[in-house]
């Protein structure tokens, strides 16, 4: 099957289980926009600190992370960070160090949205 250089092996390894032979072939690599740097200068600049920013890969947080804390500077504790799933959370929950530290315990899993007055806990 067709998959990127940072494929999991959940589809291969379920379609092994069931006795289906599958071989991977690398069609894309997983890298940052050139342009993320001034993309993300460009949107500071005209609209300032963002209230909320909701990272859908652990890619896109790995690769604009950085710029997104230099940007915000101390007013990165306003900005309620989001994931798009399981997967980004668990990527969150696994870094231990760093500059990830204190985002960690900020980055809840939102998706899919429950339906309004529904609980968390549900």
């Known amino acids: 099957f067709p998959c990127g250089n940072l494929k999991r092996e959940i589809l291969p390894k379920a379609l092994k289980d069931k006795g289906i032979a599958m071989e991977s072939i690398t069609v894309y690599q997983t890298v940052a926009h050139p342009g993320i740097q001034g993309n993300l200068n460009s949107y500071y ?14 890619s896109g947080l790995t690769y604009s992370l950085k710029h997104i804390q230099e940007l915000s500077g101390d ?30 315990a ?15 806990e549900n």
């Open 75 to 104: 007013n990165i504790d306003q900005i309620k960070l989001l994931d798009g799933g399981e997967l980004l959370k668990k990527f969150m929950q696994g870094r231990n160090k760093g500059s990830h530290r204190n985002l960690r």
């Open 45 to 58: 600049s005209q609209q300032g600190v963002p209230a909320s920013i909701t990272f859908f890969s652990p």
């Open 106 to 120: 900020k980055v809840k899993c939102n998706w899919p949205p429950r339906p309004r007055g529904a609980s968390s």
